[in-house]
């Protein structure tokens, strides 16, 4: 049984299935068991991928800035692309 709480909005994703297998994406929203997912690039905020929980891969790193501005509704693709750029700079470091 997957764990829903586990995965937050403003969290940063893997997808683990699919033609995007391996890419990373920020967590827009939550409806039940699917998540939707926007990287700023490929997937918009405006037309996020929705993709099962099962097939995304959590890093259990948050960003509380993205997650302010997505509840607020003013996050932007720009911002969900510095968001990814911190995550891979901070993962390499």
């Known amino acids: 049984m997957l764990d829903m709480d586990s ?3 403003g969290g ?5 299935r699919g033609r995007d297998k391996g890419k ?5 929203s939550i409806e039940g068991r699917y998540l939707y997912l ?8 405006e037309k996020p991928k ?11 790193s948050v960003s509380m800035e993205a997650r302010t501005k997505i509840l607020e ?6 911002d969900l692309k510095k968001v990814l750029k911190a995550f891979k700079r901070n993962e390499e470091a």
């Open 38 to 45: 926007a990287d700023g690039k490929l997937r918009k905020i």
């Open 7 to 9: 995965f937050a909005l």
């Open 24 to 28: 990373a994406f920020v967590v827009v």
């Open 50 to 60: 929705k993709k099962k929980a099962a097939h995304a891969q959590n890093t259990r």
């Open 12 to 16: 940063i994703v893997f997808s683990k």
């Open 73 to 78: 509704g003013a996050i932007s693709d720009s």
